[in-house]
């Protein structure tokens, strides 16, 4: 089934969110809710999520689900609260309990808080070992703590539990990641195949194309330095344009 178009989403919203709790079972909001976060309806998901918390103020669920779409929404402070309350359920609480504990850690990382964040993603990579994302995020922190040893080895973690067949974005993330570190240990060569590597496989991490003409401007290089920097601005426009006649009328 493809994303749903804007008119339905609204639909399912109003539909769910005047739709009466029942007694038991899953509640015809959880639905809606999912359908709308998979399209990226967040404003719509919102008074959904919240007329079922506001029905079933014990339904931890319930709070999980206002915490993703606030989460989602970039709204971490308000989505702080309920993702703590559903990563302090028990694990069997609700199908989605075991996870809560990975949102917290990125709404607590936005909201500055490395230590919580840190806490939370070791607690669910604790339970699942296999989640390159935790280790991707673990990464992070201990950069942005200046932590570069264990850094490189959380982004090498991760890409090794990508695999080569993993998803080219998220290659493409933890690649540009591990080249900063690379960069920031003046191991230019080796940054530098990390940056090229990630462009390769998601030409519009623009970050990557950047830090590629910084690397070659440390070595010297300064006219394959400005031509990624004409490309990065070329690709730019490009996307700039698209999405304008994108939402054209």
């Known amino acids: 089934m493809g994303v749903p178009s804007l008119l339905a989403c609204v639909m399912i919203a109003v539909a769910?969110?005047?739709q009466a709790p029942p007694a038991g079972g899953a509640d015809p909001r959880l639905a809606a809710v999912r359908e709308l976060l998979?399209?990226?309806?967040?404003?719509?998901a919102e008074p959904v999520a919240r007329a079922w918390v506001r029905?079933?103020?014990?339904?931890?669920?319930a709070g999980f689900y206002l915490g993703l779409v606030l989460h989602k929404a970039k709204r971490h402070g308000e989505a702080e609260v309920f993702l703590e309350r559903a990563a302090a359920a028990p694990t069997d609480a609700f199908?989605?309990?075991?996870?809560?504990?990975h949102y917290l850690g990125w709404c607590r990382y936005y909201l500055g808080d490395l230590a919580g964040a840190k806490a939370a993603f070791l607690a669910h990579a604790g339970a699942f070992p296999q989640y390159d994302d935790d280790q991707f995020a673990l990464g992070i922190i201990a950069y942005d703590e200046d932590r570069i040893e264990d850094a490189e080895a959380r982004f090498r973690a991760a890409l090794g539990l990508l695999g080569p067949g993993g998803s080219p974005?998220?290659?493409?993330k933890n690649l540009a990641r591990l080249g900063d570190v690379l960069l920031r240990r003046d191991r230019l060569a080796e940054a530098e195949a990390c940056y090229r590597e990630a462009i390769?496989?998601?030409?519009?991490?623009?970050?990557a194309w950047s830090k590629l003409a910084r690397v070659l401007d440390r070595q010297g290089r300064g006219g394959?330095?400005?031509?990624?920097?004409?490309?990065?601005?070329?690709l730019k426009a490009k996307a700039d344009?698209?999405?304008?006649?994108?939402?054209?009328?």
């Open 38 to 44: 998979r399209a990226s309806r967040y404003p719509e």
């Open 16 to 18: 769910a969110a005047f």
């Open 95 to 101: 199908p989605e309990a075991v996870h809560a504990a």
């Open 55 to 61: 029905d079933r103020p014990d339904d931890r669920r």
């Open 224 to 234: 394959e330095a400005q031509e990624m920097r004409t490309r990065q601005a070329a």
């Open 241 to 249: 344009a698209g999405a304008d006649a994108g939402s054209a009328p």
């Open 200 to 207: 390769r496989l998601h030409e519009m991490h623009g970050e």
């Open 169 to 172: 974005k998220e290659r493409a």
